[in-house]
């Protein structure tokens, strides 16, 4: 599914608006694995971005209801860009395949199904840091520091060295999960965003935002003002 992340979409955005709290916190365990990040987060200034897929909520990232509603006109120019940007080298004539081949997958139900899959897959790819507004959450330090016995750092968000390929969205709570035309919303904003940023009303305790870097999960290294 040649979908290309949004980089740099809302960095310099998301850096400079004041809405972005001044300060966010990570809650985390302080045994085995855990303590090694939290070791070289303190000392080497290395911060580890995990999968969506390692995410507790198996709704998160997974809830948004995609659906392919287009003329056949507007369906062919959508794919054709798609396929030109995320394969610019690619012979004209593989091109074409590809491109004939995802307007097949629109048209049909197990299409559309592979289509909506390789989309999350795509999303669950990307490296995340979920932070709060809160430090001090009974709930979150029960499910996120080891039943109390972990830590929550706090990150100076004035002070993140920020890049094209990071950004910061604050998360979006409610009862029912938006339901999009895929056609009309890649034209306005990334899929991506929204899958990311999107949670049931029953997280909002956790007043959550998500620092995403658009590369596989893992370790990075950060220089901090």
Request: proline residues 7%.
């Amino acid at each position: 599914m040649p979908i290309d992340p949004p980089v740099g979409a809302v960095t310099q955005a998301s850096s400079a608006s004041k809405s972005v709290p001044r300060v966010l916190y990570r809650y985390a365990g302080a045994s085995e694995v855990r303590l090694q990040w939290i070791r070289r987060l303190l000392i080497a200034s290395e911060l580890y971005f995990t999968s969506p897929r390692t995410f507790n909520d198996p709704f998160d990232c997974r809830g948004v209801s995609i659906e392919f509603a287009a003329s056949p006109l507007k369906a062919r120019q959508h794919w054709r860009k798609e396929a030109r940007s995320a394969y610019p080298d690619e012979p004209l004539r593989k091109q074409k395949g590809t491109i004939e081949r995802l307007i097949a997958e629109a048209r049909t139900s197990e299409g559309r199904e592979r289509l909506k899959k390789s989309i999350f897959d795509a999303v669950a790819e990307q490296g995340v840091v979920c932070l709060s507004k809160q430090p001090a959450n009974m709930l979150m330090w029960s499910h996120y520091a080891e039943g109390h016995k972990g830590i929550v750092v706090r990150f100076n968000m004035q002070t993140m060295p920020w890049t094209s390929l990071l950004d910061l969205i604050p998360v979006q709570y409610g009862t029912q999960f938006p339901r999009v035309n895929w056609y009309e919303i890649r034209e306005k904003h990334h899929p991506h965003m929204l899958i990311l940023s999107t949670k049931a009303l029953a997280w909002a305790h956790e007043e959550e935002w998500r620092l995403v870097m658009w590369v596989e999960p893992g370790m990075c290294a950060f220089r901090f003002a």
